[in-house]
């Protein structure tokens, strides 16, 4: 793989040493350095793919003082249920017997969700996808032609989830291809794009918190919201960050947080669908904390013990990340008894992990038990890793937990989701991560 030798991992037990939390840890890097990486500019900023090892213990650092506060937590609340209320208030005007695309829901309200949270950018998407499915007069632009610029960004992180893949997987000695080129110019022009797209904003931004600081403005009175890119930008370092370190943070920020979330929500319904008696559990649970329509808190979170099994055990049955990765280029080491030499990349199997029946009775069913009570003292450590463990485990996994339980607490509270092919396995594709490909559903209103 990537011209190294691939060890494949199947047992959570040769895991202590991969997911070491040392930051001194020969693990920390998790592939090697490739032209696609660097034409992305991912190989020395950001976290996925940086290989500048201190540059990313200060992104580390930066995204868990960020991601894990209350007030953040309290913000992105907030910004969740707004955004549940503008869904519901599309899926009302939708009849039981129409056939709607949740996935494509599912993104809509991430890509909103996200960009409000990551940088302020008030997007469109589930309003288009509305406009789509009613059949309203929507004609796409070409993205140049674009005056909104929420509506620019949602398209150009679109393209970028895409280029993500191109550049990735295809080796650069095939980019002058004839049949290849034509797609390496359009997503290099993409990227370019997005790069100006993104720096003139975050300098906007820059200034504008500037002025503020200037004239002395309060919290009270600033116009500048309080999300990432604010954060980002006024971080108490010695350095200043660049915009360059600034959006590939941001890119990071979106890809964690849209396209994960929508495949693990649709993986829920479709088992709910299954399991119609553990929705029936969770709508009391969710009734009982929170009411009939009173108004979701980060308080209420924690008391959801059901709702969180539901979406813990999803993760385990269709991990987003069916496979992770550990590169250690400097060093040899030892898994376990056995010894393995450096430029090694270690394949850690989670799908395999996550069902094996050492661990796991029955893995192949959904069982909430598995995760009521003191379930993280029966279950081992890494048999179950769907935010990863040690240094470079998922510093969003509160953040992600947060937003899923309202959500579901939301939505669930006003509809049921029948499946249009219930006798159908759930559909992915495959990038990095596990993409919901089509989920076909029908919403009923609860009585």
Request: charge should be neutral; hydrophobic fraction near 35%.
């Amino acid at each position: 793989m990537f011209g190294q030798r691939c060890v494949i991992i199947s047992s959570p037990k040769y895991l202590k040493e991969l997911f070491s939390p040392s930051v001194h840890s020969p693990f920390l890097r998790r592939l090697p350095l490739t032209s696609g990486f660097i034409e992305l500019g991912m190989d020395k900023e950001g976290l996925l793919l940086n290989c500048d090892v201190p540059k990313w213990r200060h992104n580390r650092k930066f995204f868990q003082q960020s991601l894990s506060p209350p007030s953040f937590l309290q913000l992105c609340t907030k910004y969740t249920v707004e955004y549940c209320e503008e869904i519901i208030g599309y899926w009302d005007c939708i009849k039981d017997d129409e056939v709607i695309r949740l996935d494509e829901w599912f993104r809509a309200f991430t890509s909103d969700m996200m960009g409000l949270v990551a940088s302020g950018s008030k997007e469109t998407s589930m309003k288009i996808q509305f406009m789509k499915f009613t059949n309203q007069i929507y004609k796409e632009k070409k993205i140049e032609d674009e005056k909104n610029k929420g509506e620019i960004y949602r398209r150009l992180r679109s393209e970028y989830a895409d280029a993500l893949g191109f550049y990735i997987f295809v080796p650069k000695l095939l980019w002058n291809l004839p049949f290849i080129s034509v797609a390496a110019k359009y997503y290099k022009n993409i990227l370019n794009y997005l790069t100006e797209f993104e720096i003139q904003f975050i300098k906007e931004r820059k200034q504008q918190i500037k002025i503020e600081k200037d004239y002395n403005i309060s919290d009270q009175n600033s116009k500048v919201r309080p999300d990432f890119l604010t954060m980002l930008i006024t971080q108490n370092t010695e350095d200043d960050p660049s915009p360059d370190e600034i959006k590939q943070n941001i890119r990071e920020m979106f890809s964690a947080g849209t396209g994960t979330t929508t495949t693990t929500l649709c993986s829920i319904v479709y088992l709910l669908a299954k399991y119609p008696e553990h929705e029936d559990r969770m709508v009391k649970e969710i009734l009982n904390v929170i009411g009939n329509d009173d108004q979701i808190t980060t308080s209420n979170l924690s008391k959801l013990p059901f709702t969180e099994a539901i979406i813990n055990e999803s993760m385990r049955l269709y991990p987003v990340v069916p496979i992770t990765y550990r590169y250690s280029p400097d060093q040899n080491t030892k898994i376990g008894d056995y010894h393995f030499n450096k430029d090694t990349i270690f394949a850690i199997n989670l799908s395999h992990i996550h069902r094996n029946s050492e661990y796991f009775e029955n893995p192949d069913q959904f069982i909430l038990e598995r995760f009521l009570g003191n379930w993280k003292e029966r279950i081992p450590k890494f048999a179950f890793s769907p935010f990863g463990h040690g240094m470079r485990n998922c510093p969003g996994k509160n953040f992600s937990m947060a937003e899923m339980k309202v959500i579901l607490a939301t939505i669930y509270r006003k509809y049921t989701f029948k499946l249009v092919n219930p006798n159908e396995p759930i559909q992915f594709k495959f990038t990095l991560v596990n993409d919901i490909s089509k989920m076909e559903v029908y919403i009923e209103r609860r009585k």
